[in-house]
């Protein structure tokens, strides 16, 4: 079959950037400035990487960024870490969200969600409510450095809060409601935050869940100055009786209504002053806090949603996703660039799983992110969007959080668009961005990450530090980039900053993920390194298992371990869940273990497989690997996982027990290919 994918490797193999969008016009500018010519991708990305401070200043003058004081070098230093950007400017986030808000039409945000129907804000009342809530702040003793945290959905509050807080100067940190205390603490309680913002209830799935006793908890444990309350479903809480001895208002409080509206002050701070805090999963332990500045922020988003993306002002952007995932930060940094972006708080497959497909088509969606487990449950439900909404605004689907697979690339070609260009994309929250994705003018193959974004020097490097094509590799980033961290928090010496990206290969960072970077240029990302398989010697990365196993009909999902037993002995068990009607066991196995052999390495056949209920996933979908692994080492789960950061926790109770059947049981796995 001929797909979308084989007829754009065709059009665009020369890699010419399209013509009529931004990032042609970004390169003709940048060619008239230096010389040059820059109307193929891989010629503007050699640029980007070889010149970063001729690259990264282009960004910042195309894009126009508001600072009172412009930056005096773009690059001190090109050794990792210790790079540091726009020396001498002084700016702040929200005054390029708000530059132009009173002159502005149409919605900034698009607020949805199972609760709160349909509601817009327009980009001065986005203005206006930004004002107020830092003035709220700043009347409570906020000044620049504190910190401001939330325990809030992705909605307008979140938004608003975050860029009030930026405003002031005080660092921004988040996780939804759906943690428990203990996982929220983990994460909020590190900051010392002088101001607490917490919602009171949560809808997810059709059920209220009352969030009131975590929030008093929370207070009691966080001890700030002042918590605001966000109510839902008509629940709030009685700020005369609150159980700490900070002050308590309610949101409306906090945005002054009924008073005139203020002017919005924003401070002018240091390129590198501490715009938020995203943290790590923290399935192996306390989340580490990782601290990004406003400028590299500033100039990362401009670069990979105003040039890759081609994101603007007509622009309708929805990305399902929480507070919990980097992906938020994305959500609002649509607002940079003049798009309205659409929240959405709730479940994303209720009442079925065609929801998200629906509000693309109310909103006029033109811009769609998901995740490949949200295309798999479409997939799974027989739907075809494409047929039964009306799509014609939507222009391009991103999609990130694991690698996608050909079987999604093909359902999204026949059952959505067979001309809408899919662009994969992989990053992490350490970089709130993106290494690899989508790249305007270079082939699009599924499976495959077209390229390395504008300014990211990615490539794979093998044990010894040499770059390898066709092969699998670590990925490196060689030269720095304008939103690595700029610290991890209480890491004062800068020793767990370093040991996590710069221990391996001295001054270049290491992501943690095998890739391999193709001939062509693309590249396949197969999964984090400290869970690859290796068996004797020979790695393979569990992705490509699961691109075999889960477009077998009747596999829902897969979750395949290499676990390094204490005797020296390897075992290799893949955990099933099935879909559908029940189908024959012994005989789906037979056809998975084959299919495994000749699809991706006979090396690579798992040793057992056991059918579960479901897999567990961290809150924000990805697969537990490392600390699943880790307990059938014989770790204890307490030891390697915070349950408030799994979404099923009652489900590591049977790798527990397999642990101890394991030990109980000795060396050697129970039967190869044998169903448990």
């Known amino acids: 079959m001929t797909n979308v994918s084989e007829q754009s490797v065709r059009r665009t193999a020369a890699g010419v950037i399209p013509a009529n969008t931004t990032m042609a016009e970004f390169a003709v500018a940048a060619g008239q ?11 503007l990305h050699a640029w980007s990487v070889d010149a970063p401070e001729q690259f990264w200043a282009q960004v910042w003058d195309y894009f126009d960024v508001v600072a009172s004081r412009r930056f005096d070098t773009v690059l001190d230093g090109a050794a990792m870490p210790g ?70 959905p992705n909605a307008e509050e979140a938004i608003v809060a975050f860029l009030g807080s930026a405003a002031v100067g005080a660092t921004w940190a988040a996780c939804a409601p759906d943690y428990g205390v203990t996982a929220a603490a983990d994460r909020l309680e590190q900051l010392a935050p002088k101001v607490l913002v917490g919602v009171t209830a949560t809808r997810f799935g059709g059920s209220c869940r009352d969030r009131r006793p975590v929030l008093a908890e929370l207070a009691q444990r966080l001890a700030p100055d002042l918590v605001i309350t966000v109510p839902r479903d008509g629940l709030d809480v009685d700020h005369t009786a609150a159980p700490t001895i900070a002050r308590w208002i309610s949101w ?37 806090g990782i601290v990004h500045g406003h400028a590299g922020v500033v100039v990362t988003h401009l670069a990979v949603l105003g040039l890759h993306q081609d994101l603007g002002r007509e ?44 509000i693309v088509e109310q909103e006029k969606v033109t811009q769609f992110g998901t995740s490949p487990g949200l295309l798999r449950a479409a997939m799974s439900a027989g739907l075809t969007p494409g047929c039964d909404h009306d799509l014609r605004a939507l222009e391009k689907i991103l999609v990130t959080g694991a690698p996608v697979s050909e079987a999604l690339s093909t359902w999204v070609h026949e059952s959505v668009s067979r001309s809408m260009p ?28 077209s390229g390395p974004l504008l300014g990211v020097a990615a490539a794979a490097w093998d044990e010894a530090g040499k770059p390898v094509r066709d092969m699998v590799g670590e990925l490196v980033v060689t030269v720095p980039m304008p939103s690595m961290p700029v610290k991890f928090w209480n890491d004062p010496d ?39 398989l290796n068996r004797n010697g020979i790695r393979i990365g569990s992705a490509d298992l699961y691109h ?52 991706c390495s006979p090396r690579h056949v798992p040793d057992e497989f056991h059918f579960v209920e479901a897999i567990p996933h961290t809150k924000t979908g990805k697969k537990l690997e490392v600390p699943l692994k880790r307990i059938l080492q014989g770790a204890a789960a307490s030891e390697v996982l915070s349950m408030g950061v799994v979404d099923r926790p009652e489900l590591i109770d049977f790798y527990v027990r397999l642990a101890a059947e394991w030990a109980t049981a000795g060396r050697g796995p129970t039967a190869t290919g044998t169903p448990r």
């Not at 400035?33 to 010629?43: E, G």
């Not at 008073?259 to 805090?277: I, S």
């Not at 992906?327 to 929801?355: F, K, M, Q, R």
């Open 315 to 358: 622009d309708i952007f929805f990305w399902y996703t929480t507070t919990n995932w980097m992906l938020w930060n994305i959500v609002v940094g649509a607002l940079l660039l003049g798009a309205t972006t659409v929240t959405y708080e709730g479940s994303p497959i209720h009442p079925d799983a065609d929801l998200l497909w629906r």
């Open 33 to 43: 400035r230096h010389s040059a010519d820059f109307s193929t991708y891989p010629a």
């Open 83 to 152: 790079a540091r950007w726009f020396s001498g400017a002084r700016l702040n986030y929200a005054d390029q969200v708000l530059r132009e808000a009173e002159r502005r039409t149409g919605p900034a945000i698009v607020v949805l969600g199972e609760d709160l129907g349909r509601i817009e804000v327009s980009w001065p009342e986005l203005r206006d409510r930004v004002a107020a809530f830092a003035a709220t702040l700043r009347a409570s003793g906020v000044v620049p450095g504190d910190r401001v945290v939330g325990y809030l």
């Open 494 to 532: 800068g020793s767990r900053y370093r040991e996590a990206y710069f221990s391996t290969y001295p001054n270049v960072w290491r992501h943690g993920d095998w890739v391999t970077h193709t001939a062509s240029g693309s590249f396949i990302v197969h999964g984090r390194s400290d869970s690859t």
């Open 548 to 599: 075999v196993a889960e477009s077998i009909e009747g596999i829902a999902e897969a979750l395949v371990l290499g676990v390094e037993m204490s005797d020296g002995s390897y075992r290799m068990p893949m955990f099933l869940v099935l879909e559908g009607e029940s189908p024959d066991r012994q005989e789906l196995v037979a056809h998975l273990e084959y299919r495994l052999r000749t699809e």
């Open 252 to 288: 409306d409080q906090s945005l002054r209504r009924g008073d005139p509206p203020v002017d919005l002050v924003t401070e002018q701070v240091a390129p590198d002053h501490p715009l938020w805090v995203l943290f790590s999963s923290g399935t192996t332990g306390v989340p580490k």
């Open 422 to 449: 899919l662009y994969s994309t992989s990053g992490g929250t350490d970089v709130v961005s993106s290494f690899v994705g989508g790249c305007p003018g270079m082939p699009i193959r599924p499976g495959e990450n």
